[in-house]
């Protein structure tokens, strides 16, 4: 198994460009969430998705947008990149273990909006 | 009260000694509870799941107090590649709807 996929890796946008990051994961697990993490903080919740066709705001949702037509791919949009947005999201997936759900975190996209 | 609260550090600590790191959480109704480490510029990967009083594996013991409502990570003969951050992770209903990190506790094992 891949795993939790995500690109690109790395990307520098323009303020106002738009963009996708995507997600993907191969484990079949019905979970999976946007978080972004800004230089000295931790993880914030951005969308999440209970499974296809489902998905619910997170802590930070404003200026993304997300859509889950499929188990394996949450992509992640940005309509008019801004400043602020500048950040390093990761994508997650989850599946039920003896302690609750065990998150499994992709590899991250670094965004750069200038 | 923040929902998570940690020592930011850092900790300096020497290659072969023992650490220990709390953490508070304010929801008392949490029901799962999670230890990463995330490494510099890395994604968090899951080191331990908390359940009942406390787990351990192989070096690490994490242990939970509901009363007081901390849990506590303790590593062992520590490594060099024990140096990241430790995140402390209380969820309710299992992290179904996302998971609260904090800042996390930095950690730096010196030879």
């Known amino acids: 198994n891949a795993g939790v996929t995500q690109t690109p890796k790395f990307r520098i946008l323009k303020i106002g460009q738009s963009m996708t990051l995507q997600c993907a994961q191969d484990?079949?697990?019905?979970?999976m969430y946007w978080y972004r993490q800004d230089p000295g903080m931790g993880l914030k919740l951005i969308y999440y998705s209970v499974g296809a066709g489902i998905t619910d705001k997170g802590e930070v949702p404003n200026g993304y947008n997300v859509s889950r037509s499929t188990t394996e791919d949450f992509p992640l949009r940005l309509e008019l990149a801004a400043p602020s947005q500048t950040s390093v999201y990761f994508c997650?997936?989850?599946?039920?273990?003896?302690?609750?759900?065990?998150?499994?975190f992709g590899p991250g996209t670094r965004l750069l909006v200038l | 009260r923040k929902e998570v609260e940690q020592d930011p550090g850092p900790f300096n600590v020497p290659e072969g000694a023992t650490v220990a790191f709390n953490c508070t959480y304010s929801n008392s109704a949490s029901q799962s509870f999670f230890w990463y480490r995330q490494d510099c510029r890395k994604e968090p990967k899951l080191l331990m799941s908390?359940?009942?009083s406390g787990n351990e594996d192989g070096r690490f013991t994490a242990q939970l107090n509901r009363a007081s409502q901390y849990i506590s990570l303790l590593i062992r003969d520590s490594k060099l590649s024990d140096s990241a951050t430790y995140l402390c992770v209380p969820s309710l209903r299992g992290g179904a709807d996302g998971l609260t990190f904090g800042k996390g506790t930095h950690l730096i094992i010196q030879p």
């Open positions: 997650a997936s989850t599946t039920l273990g003896l302690a609750g759900r065990t998150q499994y």
């Open positions: 908390v359940y009942s």
């Open positions: 484990m079949n697990h019905n979970y």
